[in-house]
């Protein structure tokens, strides 16, 4: 065993060491006589180191993923990674013990000076597991415990969370940059995910009020530290920084850019001036939130009462119920790229591609297809007109027109083009115009179904 | 947004209902960051667009940013959630198939079984799953943001259905017709591994649940959570029991509506 100078033991170490005589002082038992130290146990170093890892992995992947809950067994992989003497059975221990709450009792003054004892239970264990579930996530209060801890920046920078970036940029102190530029962003992003909570929940009425009665001062610091990230940003611009970040790179064969540092600042104030601007919505909106209504919902309840009240015409009212409330499936035989985003092969559809059986297409190489239309067209084209003279017709009526003319390969689809270009059938003193419609018309077509919709045509004609 | 970059997002939200430039729990999907690109770099006019395209379809939009739920940004990564849910008061396209989770479930080994013992045991099914993302935890289906609390296991929610379905035996067939639903779920409580598996299966492929890092275990999904929210607001209440003290003329304008009355609006029509 090592002995290591109080200046250099590892931070986190030297704040449990300094707790540490409270909770002796808690525990002991005057009449044993003396005072109290306790034994301490062959692996109680090893089982505090377990301890913060595990609390340090966890908050890791909360810095990666946000809050949630995250498998044990991807907590027991980090855990090995670090150190791969750990067994099961001792990360077992470690997360049963940290889950477990503890009893903290305290003193209060009270106005006439009497002191009134309390006691707390909820505010110790660190970590929570879900119970029947192998998951796992921080509890506030161990959220609580690194934001103290991380505070020894404090004992170097001692000021404000986002003045410690400036004050890490001016002594070179790069490497702490990125660490503190992420645990920034959680942080923010933590304190938007109460915004939604707050807003979400009637039953947090009282926060929201607090936060509504403190909502100028805490504008007033998110814009400071907007001002202050800001003034990081110029700063790691400047040419003396550059110059000394050179320097440090060097020295320390630094794994990242300066760019990587401007990027990781831009994206705080980005989502610094994010948060502000929702919290000003969220002052607005949370001032218009009715306490009332959102009531739990006893889902087994329902599900009882569907069974008890469960004749065939509840059976029949359920089922349509369940149509609007079920996830949906895809049953379309009509073909669309977009509907096959990362499921489909192409080629071989392509290769089984039928022939066409229209006279158009956008293949500039393919010669005659306006002048296929053309000819079509003026082929037709006193039928059609006799046709309009009569009354407006709809495609679908136009495409039941007898009579039509028609060349090698065509069909009396190629008709449609003659929606597109109406100008084609007019002459000096009859104009076709064509008029949309909601309508939609399906019919077979050489084996193929067809649907479109339905535009109708009419003739205008002047004397 | 050209035709081309429509036809990307449009198929990647059909098929998983959801695009996130930056999802916390599960790897990119095909084209997802590419699709999150696009749509961050969509006007306001092009986004409402959108909608419309997607409205005449029975679809909505919904965004939000990933941070109100936590989710920590990253550098380059579109942190914006899109998901598309129903658009109340408009039918689906004729495309989509209303009844697949019906079909979806259906016991391989009984083919035979009929769509009301289907409807009976997917309703059960699918409430005993919103106790375990709600009520289980203390969360109302307003809280989108606490998507990623609400968990269940293939194990909890077999014991979960099968104690239920335990006491409804033991509380005996209710009278009559009223007593069909009853006959199917205690006639056919054999199939209920087989259809608890089959349902989870079949929310899983439909986005509504994920794997949560172990076997057997789940959590619910951003879409689910979306979904939910909206279905407690419109059409919840109609599954929910009768009162009596409700009169038969606010059950009617319910329906119509689309929307429960509070006790106040009820007392007091003359106050709208």
Not at chain 1, 58 to 82: Q, S, T, W, Y
Not at chain 1, 351 to 356: I, S, V
Not at chain 1, 419 to 438: C, F, W
Not at chain 2, 120 to 137: G, P, S
Request: glycine share 6%; proline share 4%; hydrophobic share 40%.
């Amino acid at each position: 065993m090592v002995t290591i100078s109080a200046d250099n033991l590892p931070h986190d170490i030297r704040l449990i060491a300094a707790v540490s005589r409270l909770i002796d002082i808690h525990q002991s038992r005057r009449e044993a006589g003396g005072t109290y130290v306790p034994d301490v146990p062959e692996r109680a170093g090893f089982n505090l180191h377990l301890a913060l890892s595990a609390i340090e992995c966890l908050h890791e992947i909360e810095m990666d993923r946000g809050i949630g809950f995250c498998p044990i067994n991807e907590l027991v992989a980090r855990i090995r990674k670090r150190a791969p003497q750990v067994t099961d059975a001792d990360i077992e221990y470690c997360v049963s013990n940290l889950g477990q709450a503890r009893e903290i009792h305290y003193g209060m003054p009270g106005q006439d000076g009497e002191i009134t004892y309390a006691r707390t239970w909820d505010t110790t264990p660190l970590i929570d597991v879900e119970e029947g579930f192998s998951q796992i996530h921080l509890t506030e209060n161990a959220r609580l415990l690194l934001r103290v801890s991380s505070l020894r920046e404090s004992w170097l920078y001692s000021d404000l969370d986002a003045d410690r970036l400036i004050k890490a940029i001016e002594r070179g102190q790069f490497q702490d940059v990125p660490v503190f530029c992420r645990a920034m962003t959680l942080d923010l992003a933590a304190k938007s995910k109460q915004l939604s909570g707050v807003l979400e929940r009637p039953s947090l009425a009282e926060l929201r009020s607090l936060l509504i009665a403190e909502g100028s001062s805490i504008a007033a610091s998110l814009s400071t530290a907007a001002v202050t990230i800001s003034h990081a940003i110029e700063l790691v611009f400047n040419e003396h920084i550059q110059a000394s970040f050179s320097v440090w790179a060097g020295r320390t064969e630094a794994k990242f850019y300066l760019g990587n540092l401007q990027a990781d600042l831009e994206l705080v104030l980005q989502n610094v001036e994010s948060l502000s601007r929702r919290f000003l919505r969220f002052i607005e909106m949370a001032q218009r939130v009715r306490n009332e209504g959102n009531a739990a919902i006893h889902f087994l309840h329902i599900a009882d009462s569907l069974v008890e009240q469960g004749s065939e015409d509840a059976i029949r009212r359920t089922e349509a119920l369940l149509h609007e409330l079920m996830p949906w499936g895809l049953s379309t035989t009509i073909f669309h790229p977009s509907m096959m985003v990362g499921a489909t092969d192409l080629r071989e559809q392509i290769a089984q591609e039928p022939e066409r059986v229209h006279g158009f297409t956008v293949d500039p190489t393919i010669a005659g297809g306006s002048a296929r239309l053309m000819d079509f067209l003026m082929r037709n084209r006193d039928l059609v007109i006799q046709r309009l003279q009569r009354g407006p017709a709809s495609f679908s009526e136009m495409m039941s027109l007898t009579g039509l003319v028609l060349g090698e390969g065509e069909t009396p689809l190629d008709f449609f083009g003659v929606y597109a270009a109406p100008g084609m059938l007019t002459s000096e003193n009859q104009k076709i115009v064509v008029g949309l419609t909601d309508l939609t018309t399906q019919f077979v077509h050489a084996d193929r179904e067809v649907t479109g919709s339905d535009p109708v045509m009419f003739l205008e004609e002047t004397p | 947004m050209t035709p081309t970059d429509l036809g990307l997002v449009f198929g990647l939200l059909l098929k998983h209902r959801e695009i996130h430039g930056n999802p916390p729990d599960r790897p990119p999907r095909e084209n997802e960051l590419e699709v999150a690109r696009i749509l961050s770099d969509c006007s306001q006019s092009e986004l409402r667009d959108l909608d419309e395209f997607l409205a005449a379809q029975g679809f909505t939009l919904y965004i939000r940013d990933g941070l109100e739920f936590g989710i920590p940004p990253k550098a380059g990564r579109n942190n914006r959630i899109y998901v598309v849910t129903r658009l109340r008061g408009e039918t689906l396209a004729p495309y989509l198939d209303n009844d697949w989770t019906l079909d979806q479930i259906r016991d391989g080994r009984r083919r035979n079984a009929s769509k009301a013992e289907r409807v009976v045991w997917l309703a059960r099914m699918w409430l005993t799953l919103q106790w375990f993302f709600y009520e289980r935890i203390d969360r109302l289906p307003a809280e989108i943001s606490r998507y990623r609390e609400a968990l269940v296991s293939e194990k909890l929610f077999v014991d979960s259905l099968s104690k239920g379905i335990e006491q409804l035996g033991n509380m005996g067939r209710p009278e009559g017709m009223e007593g069909t639903a009853w006959d199917l779920l205690w006639g056919n409580k054999n199939s209920l591994h087989a259809y608890a598996s089959r349902f989870l299966k079949v929310m899983e492929e439909a986005g509504m649940i994920q794997d949560a890092g172990n076997p057997g275990e789940y959590r619910q999904t951003l879409v689910a959570a979306v979904d939910m929210a909206v279905i407690a607001e419109h059409e919840l209440s109609y599954l929910m029991p009768s009162d009596s003290s409700v009169t038969l003329e606010r059950r009617s304008v319910e329906l119509i509506t689309g929307q429960s009355q509070t006790e106040s609006e009820d007392a007091d029509p003359a106050a709208h």
